[in-house]
């Protein structure tokens, strides 16, 4: 039997298995991919478990910063062992309340995304006492890749527009308690392939840089975003970046002479990449049912546990694909049928006229690269299920259990 099969056994579907050392293996290898000097900024967005994000964390020279979004995610970040200094704070809803919060816990870098949030992240910090660093987040009139998720270019709650800046100079460098120190792009998610990916973190570079001369400030802090790429719920691997290093490298050279003395610090972003492959998602069929030549596979897992958010177009849509060595007990993929899961909504879909081996209720299939965007981008409360259970593993051995448990507080 296999350890997979062995742990739902054990726990119980649906079930999550991340394994450490392959989140340890995405962080070596996106730090190799990328030049020596850069900052890497794990999104907890992508899985705020804190034992994933301290595996991100630890690393010596090789550790990631946290980019965080909400108080629950600093509350992770924290639990995790991330310094608050080194975190950066993002999102274009940052209350007074959560702001407060933040920088009495320490953090100190801010993304920002106009000139009245830079004054409200002024005003958390005055009544610290203290001046908080801000990166001013960027949305592009001009972009150069095509990629799944587009975040610019368009008018959009996310960052100031460029055409903008020079004229608001003056206001952003007068905010009391808050300082302009660099730019925060993040353009593109999951890019198609190396050359768009460079191609775009190329130009964040030349945008940042002209940014600068309007602002006339020096920046000490260029986040130029992320888009590294990763496979979702489907077999594969993750992508081998073999030229970005020296590309970034080169353009820094001509836009950033001082980079690789750290005037400024260069930094990167990334969610997926750093914990997709991770993750393998075990769930339970529930029942197989036909209907009018169709075959429906009732799985106990459906968009409550797994790409939930899909829905919303913004994450990319599931298509899951079971790991064919692992599904069933069959040898064959012969028939076609949709993967579906227990909610009572016709949109729990994992994947429609997917290639399957005969199951029968009992069986358990593993949907591959399920570490990123996994229970906490999912409707975990639609129709009042336990949320998944989510196990931690190093090869064999099990570090971890837990599971998030939504409920219904009165006051
Ligand atoms: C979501 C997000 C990320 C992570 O995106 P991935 O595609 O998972 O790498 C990074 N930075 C920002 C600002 C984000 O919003």
Redesign the pocket.
Known sequence: MSRHRELADQFGTPLYVYDLDKVEAARRDLFTALPEEFDL?F?L??NPHPEMARALREGGDRACRA?I?STGELTAALTAGFVAGEILY??PGKTDGELREAIGKGVRHF?VESVTDMEHVGAAAREHGVVADCLL?INSETSSATTS?R?TGKPSQ?GFDTETLAELAPRLTSVDGARVVGV?L?S???AKDETSLISELQHSITIAARIQDEVGVTFSLVDI??????PYATPGSRPVYEKLRQELGSTLDVHFPGWREGAPRVAC??????V?DSGTLLCGVVNIKESRGRTFVILDAGINTFGGMSGLGRLLPVAVQPDPDHVGDGPEHTERASLVGPLCTPGDILGREVKLPPLTAGDVIEIPNAG??GPTASLLMFLGRPAPTEVLVRGDKVVSVSRIEPQRVYE
């Open positions: 900024f999104a967005k992508a980019e979004s993002t999102g993304s987040r998720i975040m996310f925060h993040f593109l998610s999951n975003g992320g888009g590294f790429a990763a972003e990334s969610g997926r990449y750093l997709g990123a965007y």
